[in-house]
């Protein structure tokens, strides 16, 4: 019964053991990816903020152009942005989390609207005539068109999902290698907001860039869509939408640390090893590669009964117990054992059926036992044979 409960016990450790190293790197990956998310998400509650003065937010963009005149206007509200659209610019940080059909009813309304990285299917309801034609680095880059406020702003920071026309006849002005687009003077397309953001203003022409293509009317409005937006829950949009980029951000990372994860383990086992066949492995490499397998794991109670195993085999031999598996056969072999080595039945019975050992020591100790009680049986057995 005691032997029962330390071999639970023991496979409970030996399972702890393996797992725990794995446990821990997933614990501080997972703790890695939730701060990054957290960081990401609060970098992304500021983007385009004209209140915010954080790197990415825009309110030096804002102060500059409330001192030469332009009344300035925050909204998180689809139905409030589009209220105060009339004869405006309006600026859309996010027009995908809005949805196509809203940002088509606020170009209709404002006077210019601009987008900052829109999806193909708000470039079709907003009739841009471009899609987009790919992605690249935000950098400096000169302007190379005809548009009067990228020819005054000269080179900027820009970049993002470029752009390209899909219909040639189309007045288009593609300017920055496609991050900035202009259709008929009112529809304002940027790869990314970097040019309007604090950390890029004082930078090359991003100011004027920024100035230009913002100034124009008297009332600008900012229309930054939120989550929580009324307007916005009607349904249409997808679960995923509506994750912030920082969790998606965090969930890539956390994928990819995964497979690494998973790769490290994997390389554990060590490269396939092909060799001729038939194999012959020696008894004695089996016994090491075991014992090493059972030292690294602290595997003891395998390692005692491989002991025990081998040692009741030779004492059922050498005493001529009856059964091939003295296992089954145990009193016999403990009676035996203890008559012809002269020890007590109770210290044979513990060195062949006793407990596992708790400890490295114990073991040792068992490995001595079960030498001594074979040496004494040889000794005995001798004896008797010579006599």
């Known amino acids: ?41 609060g970098e992304d509650a500021d983007a385009l903020d004209p209140q915010s003065p954080a790197p990415n937010g825009t309110r030096a963009l804002a102060q500059i152009l409330a001192v030469e ?84 702003a000269q080179r900027a920071v820009t970049g993002g999902y470029l752009f390209e026309p899909d219909e040639p006849e189309r007045r288009v002005d593609v300017c920055y290698e496609g991050s900035l687009v202009v259709v008929d003077g009112d529809t304002v397309i940027l790869g990314m907001g970097d040019p309007l953001m604090n950390r890029n203003l004082g930078e090359h022409g991003n100011a004027a860039l920024a100035m230009r293509l913002l100034g124009s009317t008297e009332s600008l409005v900012w229309y930054l869509p939120s989550t929580s937006d009324a307007a916005l829950s009607d349904g249409d949009q997808s679960l995923f939408a509506l994750i912030p980029d920082g969790w998606k951000f965090g969930a890539v990372q956390l994928g990819i640390a995964a497979v690494f994860l998973a790769v490290w383990r994997a390389r554990r086992l060590g490269p396939v090893v092909i060799e001729p066949l038939p194999v012959v492995v020696h008894a004695a490499e ?33 005493l001529a117990v009856p059964g091939a598996a003295p296992e089954g056969n145990g009193d016999a072999l403990v009676d035996a054992a203890a008559k012809n080595a002269r020890i007590g039945s109770g210290a044979v019975r513990a ?37």
């Open 1 to 41: 019964m005691s032997t029962g409960s330390t071999a639970v016990g023991s496979d409970a450790g030996r399972i702890w053991r393996a797992a725990r190293m794995p446990l821990a790197i997933a614990f501080v990956v997972v703790m890695l990816g939730v701060v990054t998310a957290l960081v990401r998400g």
């Open 69 to 152: 005149g332009v009344r300035s206007e925050l909204l998180y509200g689809f139905d409030d942005a589009l209220a105060a659209s009339t004869g405006a610019t309006v600026i859309v940080s996010a027009p995908s989390i809005a949805g196509a059909e809203r940002i088509a009813d606020l170009a209709a309304s404002a006077q210019r609207i601009v987008l900052i990285a829109p999806s193909d299917e708000v470039l079709t309801a907003v009739d841009a005539g471009v899609v987009t034609a790919g992605y690249d680095r935000v950098d400096a880059r000169e302007p190379a068109c005809e548009n009067a406020d990228a020819g005054v």
């Open 286 to 318: 089996t016994t090491e590669g075991r014992a090493r397998l059972y030292r690294r794991t602290s595997d003891r109670a395998h390692a005692a009964d491989a002991l025990r195993s081998a040692a009741r085999a030779r004492i059922a031999r050498a």
């Open 351 to 387: 060195a062949l059926f006793g407990a596992a050992p708790q400890s490295d020591g114990e073991l040792v100790q068992l490995a001595e036992d079960l030498d001594d009680l074979e040496k004494r049986i040889t000794k005995r057995h001798q004896e008797g044979n010579t006599t």
